[in-house]
């Protein structure tokens, strides 16, 4: 029950897309922006592919623009390379048989999956060049190095927040 009225509620931020095209995805955009696709059966027995765009360096726009649809939202679902939706985050886009659910922390996303009507989830395939897709095939072809790095990430972070540590740099986004 909680589950869906939290769906319902992002749903809600959901606005109509404008149409343009989706942007190739440049390997500078590597720590401001991520891509994330979702193959699904088409109508007439045909493929349909669903992109996620999320920009993480855009602030969310007001209710006026986005009910407008001016400015450029923090998220953005595409089908078939043309934009259908628009949101700020967290969101949950409608598609054929269940929503993609899209949620951001300051230091990136923290939600990015699919849940059917039947309640099954999974998550989204990452675009190969981002940020998350880098680091998938880095697990997929060295497990033990992405290991070693999820390590070292964690214990890094701990002894950082058991230290009381804080610089301007590195902490500015945590505030």
Same mark, same amino acid.
């Given at each position: 029950?909680?589950?869906?009225?939290?769906?319902?509620?992002?749903?809600?931020?959901?606005?109509?897309?404008?149409?343009?095209?989706?942007?190739?995805?440049?390997?500078?955009?590597?720590?401001?922006?991520?891509?994330?696709?979702?193959?699904?059966?088409?109508?007439?027995?045909?493929?349909?592919?669903?992109?996620?765009?999320?920009?993480?360096?855009?602030?969310?726009?007001?209710?006026?623009?986005?009910?407008?649809? $001016? #400015?450029?939202?923090? +998220?953005?679902?595409?089908?078939?390379? =043309?934009?259908? &939706?628009?949101?700020?985050?967290? @969101? !949950?886009?409608?598609?054929?048989?269940?929503?993609?659910?899209?949620?951001?922390?300051?230091?990136?996303?923290?939600?990015?999956?699919?849940?059917?009507?039947?309640?099954?989830?999974?998550?989204?395939?990452?675009?190969?060049?981002?940020?998350?897709?880098?680091?998938?095939?880095?697990?997929?072809?060295?497990?033990?190095?992405?290991?070693?790095?999820?390590? $070292? #990430?964690?214990?890094? +972070?701990?002894?950082?927040?058991?230290? =009381?540590?804080? &610089?301007?740099?590195?902490?500015? @986004? !945590?505030?």
């Amino acid at each position: 029950m909680v589950e869906g009225l939290r769906r319902r509620r992002w749903r809600g931020r959901v606005g109509p897309g404008d149409g343009s095209a989706l942007a190739e995805y440049r390997i500078w955009q590597v720590s401001t922006r991520s891509l994330f696709f979702l193959d699904t059966a088409g109508p007439v027995g045909g493929r349909c592919v669903f992109a996620v765009d999320v920009r993480h360096l855009v602030d969310s726009t007001s209710k006026r623009e986005h009910e407008a649809g $001016a #400015g450029r939202s923090p +998220a953005a679902l595409y089908r078939d390379g =043309l934009q259908v &939706h628009r949101s700020n985050l967290p @969101a !949950a886009f409608p598609v054929p048989g269940g929503v993609i659910e899209v949620a951001a922390s300051p230091f990136g996303l923290k939600r990015m999956r699919y849940v059917g009507d039947d309640g099954a989830e999974f998550a989204l395939r990452p675009h190969p060049r981002s940020l998350e897709g880098l680091r998938e095939r880095l697990g997929r072809r060295y497990p033990r190095a992405s290991a070693v790095v999820g390590a $070292a #990430g964690f214990l890094a +972070a701990f002894e950082r927040a058991s230290r =009381l540590r804080y &610089h301007w740099l590195i902490d500015s @986004a !945590a505030c």
